[in-house]
């Protein structure tokens, strides 16, 4: 497995489309896991203002960088949590080569994720798993969300496992409230944290061996020795 984790959507950017090339051709099949929305989506019409061809909000920021690695649209399947089945979900997962987690909220993609028994199905998945935000920090044994909008306190949670002995902090800007994070992080679980810098950083991760891509800065527990 080649976990991907990126801070944005951006796939198609210059600065990261030379890196992603080699996992992203044009003969593969996307398994699009949108399941990181809000409550409040509830009904197929719900579902479609968010993932609709013709008029979904979020439809054309997974899609066409996906396209932009010519990949055919009927190649990239976006799994719809209001009519899909898990037996679906699931095959269609099966069926792909790349596994592409969307952003929004970590906890909510991730417990559906459990919901629909696909943490099963992708613990020996093969291919390639990549995400934006919190696609990528569901990717990781455990992440932390620092203070915002969504989440006011700082927390840890679980999450797939994919990735183990780091954590990320995604749309670094170097605010306080995001070193204060960071910063306990380091003391508390004595492992680095990659900073994914806002819409241009990001990781490539095979087994234990990470490359950051872009703008990235590392924290590493002995930093905070220092101040």
């Known amino acids: 497995m080649t976990n991907i984790l990126l801070d944005m959507f951006n796939i198609d950017a210059p600065w990261l489309k030379p890196a992603l090339q080699q996992y992203i051709l044009p003969t593969h099949r996307v398994a699009v896991v949108a399941f990181a929305f809000g409550d409040d989506i509830l009904t197929a019409a719900d579902w479609d203002t968010m993932y609709h061809p013709e008029n979904g909000k979020y439809y054309h920021s997974v899609v066409d960088g996906l396209l932009a690695y010519c990949i055919p649209l009927e190649n990239i399947r976006i799994i719809n949590y209001i009519s899909d089945s ?7 997962i ?3 080569d790349i596994v592409y987690f969307t952003g929004g909220l970590t906890p909510r993609l991730y417990e559906r994720i459990l919901e629909f028994g696909l943490d099963k199905v992708l613990a ?3 291919g390639v798993v990549m995400g934006y935000s919190a696609g990528a920090l569901v990717q990781l044994g455990e992440y932390h969300h620092s203070p915002d909008k969504d989440y006011p306190e700082f927390m840890y949670c679980a ?3 994919m990735q183990q002995g780091y954590y990320v902090e995604v749309h670094y800007e170097a605010t306080p409230i995001q070193d204060a994070a960071i910063d306990r992080v380091l003391r508390e679980r004595q492992q680095p944290v990659y900073a994914l810098q806002f819409n241009s950083g990001a990781l490539i ?6 490359q950051p ?3 990235v800065k590392i ?5 905070i020795l220092c101040k």
């Open 219 to 223: 924290f590493l527990p002995e930093d």
């Open 86 to 92: 898990p037996a679906e979900a699931a095959d269609i």
């Open 205 to 210: 991760a095979q087994g234990s061996k990470v």
């Open 159 to 161: 999450g797939l496992g």
């Open 213 to 215: 891509i872009g703008d």
């Open 94 to 96: 099966k069926d792909s």
């Open 124 to 126: 020996d998945y093969p």
